[in-house]
């Protein structure tokens, strides 16, 4: 918040599956994430920006990875998916100065390791 409102373009990309990272920026109990709503509509190809990408505190853009339920498959994979479908879809392409991740700190199935391996972070 601090840096947005000292001018500087900030996305918050939470990558964990409770989906929570985002919450205090955009005055919301959860936000729909991008696993989530790629499950609804059928594909993550099925989905555009503006779907998940929403615009908080400071004009701080906001999205949640989200992933499997705790202790059902990987929320590597998903983090890979949902960097991967921000990146094809332009969301850093904004001129961004700070883009976080919010990560989980275990390592449960390579935890964030997947990413970093495929040059996401």
Do not use: W
């Amino acid at each position: 918040a601090a840096l947005a409102e000292s001018g500087k373009k900030v996305m918050i990309v939470g990558c964990d599956p409770k989906a929570d990272s985002t919450r205090l920026i955009l005055h919301a109990k959860a936000q729909n994430t991008i696993m989530q709503m790629a499950a609804d509509a059928g594909s993550v190809e099925d989905l555009e920006l503006e779907d998940v990408l929403k615009t908080g505190f400071g004009d701080v853009k906001c999205v949640e990875s989200g992933g499997p339920e705790p202790g059902v498959g990987c929320a590597g994979r998903g983090v890979i998916t949902a960097i991967n479908f921000l990146e094809e879809e332009g969301a850093y392409e904004d001129d961004l100065d700070f883009v976080f991740y919010d990560v989980l700190g275990d390592v449960v199935c390579g935890g964030f390791a997947m990413p970093i391996r495929e040059n996401k972070a």
